[in-house]
């Protein structure tokens, strides 16, 4: 006998221009409460029921190019600043659920994955907590 189950990480409502509004609000406002010392900005990005969300710090003001590589200091740094590093990606369930994929560097993809709290399902900003484990240093 078939079931039907509800995939958290499947399918997903287009995110409305105004909710798309909302939600960078909220993400930027809870990035500011809880990782400014760690993120100096994000990049919030919608394509159809997708929320990528990127961050970018400042990096450590001893750091410089390696020896021989012809790079400048100034370079170096800017190229550091630039360079975004993906934490993670919401996709929208409707009525303000989301679930969460984490963006795995070994694998350089979106891998679904439960909330801070255990569930499937959580606001933008459970989702940005999760990827923010890429800010902890």
Same mark, same amino acid.
């Given at each position: 006998?078939?079931?039907?189950?509800?995939?958290?990480?499947?399918? =997903? !409502?287009?995110?409305?221009?105004?909710l +798309? $509004?909302?939600? %960078?609000?909220? /993400?930027?406002?809870?990035?500011?409460?809880?990782?400014?010392a760690?993120?100096s900005?994000?990049?919030?990005?919608?394509? &159809?029921?997708?929320?990528?969300? $990127?961050?970018?710090?400042?990096? $450590?003001?001893?750091? @410089?190019?390696?020896? @021989? &590589? @012809?790079?400048?200091r100034?370079?170096?740094?800017?190229? /550091? %600043?630039?360079?975004?590093?993906?934490?993670?990606?919401? %996709?929208?369930?409707? +009525?303000? +659920?989301?679930?969460?994929?984490?963006?795995?560097?070994?694998?350089?993809a979106?891998?679904p994955?439960?909330?801070?709290? @255990?569930?499937?399902?959580?606001?933008?900003?459970d =989702?940005? $907590? !999760?990827?923010? !484990?890429y800010?902890? =240093?």
């Open positions: 006998m078939r079931t039907w189950t509800r995939d958290p990480h499947s399918g =997903g !409502v287009k995110i409305p221009k105004a +798309q $509004d909302g939600t %960078r609000a909220r /993400l930027l406002a809870h990035a500011e409460r809880h990782h400014a760690t993120c900005r994000l990049d919030i990005r919608f394509h &159809s029921h997708f929320c990528y969300i $990127d961050a970018y710090h400042e990096p $450590d003001s001893r750091a @410089g190019p390696l020896p @021989g &590589s @012809g790079e400048t100034e370079a170096f740094l800017e190229r /550091l %600043r630039s360079t975004p590093t993906h934490l993670c990606r919401l %996709r929208y369930c409707g +009525q303000d +659920q989301w679930s969460v994929a984490f963006y795995t560097y070994s694998h350089e979106y891998e994955c439960t909330m801070g709290h @255990g569930g499937f399902y959580g606001t933008p900003e =989702g940005l $907590d !999760v990827g923010a !484990v800010l902890q =240093g």
